[in-house]
Structures are given as structure tokens and as C-alpha cells.
């Protein structure tokens, strides 16, 4: 219980402080371990993972059906969208500026984003953990 509200935080915080940018406008990825309780690796965003998750979440078509997302095991990645891609769709209407990937250990992976009005919404990860896994050069399924 102790982990999952930790959990919780995290993703509250890594949404209320976005990530410190280079004079550059770089954007980074974070990879976060609920077991370490700490960011285990930040990747540059390129384009290529930009595009695979935005085609991911345009494609949405569902609500991911458990009640209770979050777990301790796995990882959560926070990808930031710039520039922030509207998304009108059957399940989601929103600006949405970062995503939030889940990949528990032992269940299908799904996103997480927040609405304008801070509303959180799950939908099943339909791309390939394994090619996503190769993007950040960091192992996400043992």
C-alpha cells in the first residue's frame, strides 16, 4: 500500500514539475522503479519515440479495464509531447502534453494521461514493449 501511494505521488509531482530543459529545448524521458522508488533513467526524447507514442495514443479506442491501475512492480515512463498533440477521439478529447506509460511486470502495459481538468484516464499500451524497450536502450520486461 505504502508503494502504490509513493507511486501515486511520483506521477503527482513529475506533473505539478515538469523536467529542467537545456537553453536547447531538450525533453526527456524518465524511466521510474517503483521498487527503487527513484528515476532509474532519463532518455532523450527523438522523434522516433515521439511518433510511436503519439500514433499509440491517437489510436486509442478504449478504457483500460481495471479500476485500479497502479502497481509496484514494472515501470512507469513518463513521456513528454512537445509540441502537446490535441487528440479527438471516442474515449479522449484533450490537449495531452505528457504520457504516462505503465508496464507492470505480470499485466498488459497502458497509458495514463491527465485531461485539462486533471482528470486521469487509463488506456490499454497497444505498441510493442519490446521495440519501445530498444527506443529507450533499457530493458522493461525481464
Known amino acids: ?17 515538469s523536467t529542467v530543459s537545456s537553453a536547447l529545448g531538450f525533453k526527456y524521458i524518465q524511466i521510474f522503479d517503483p521498487k527503487q522508488d527513484r528515476v532509474v ?5 527523438n522523434d522516433e519515440i515521439h511518433n510511436m507514442v503519439v500514433s499509440s495514443i491517437k489510436d486509442v479506442d478504449s478504457l483500460y479495464p481495471k479500476s485500479k491501475p497502479l502497481t509496484d512492480d514494472g515501470y512507469a515512463i513518463k513521456v513528454p509531447i512537445y509540441p502537446a498533440v490535441r ?12 504520457i ?14 491527465f485531461e485539462d481538468d486533471n482528470k486521469q484516464l487509463c ?9 519501445l524497450s530498444k527506443l529507450l536502450d533499457f530493458k522493461l520486461r525481464s
Open 41 to 45: 533513467k532519463v532518455v532523450q526524447l
Open 100 to 113: 504516462f506509460i505503465i508496464i507492470p511486470q505480470h499485466e498488459a502495459p497502458f497509458f495514463m494521461v
Open 1 to 17: 500500500m505504502r508503494k502504490k501511494i509513493l507511486i501515486v505521488m511520483f506521477v503527482f509531482i513529475m506533473l505539478l514539475h
Open 87 to 98: 487528440v479527438e477521439g471516442k474515449c479522449l478529447n484533450s490537449l495531452v502534453d505528457n
Open 123 to 131: 488506456f490499454p499500451f497497444k505498441g510493442n514493449v519490446n521495440d
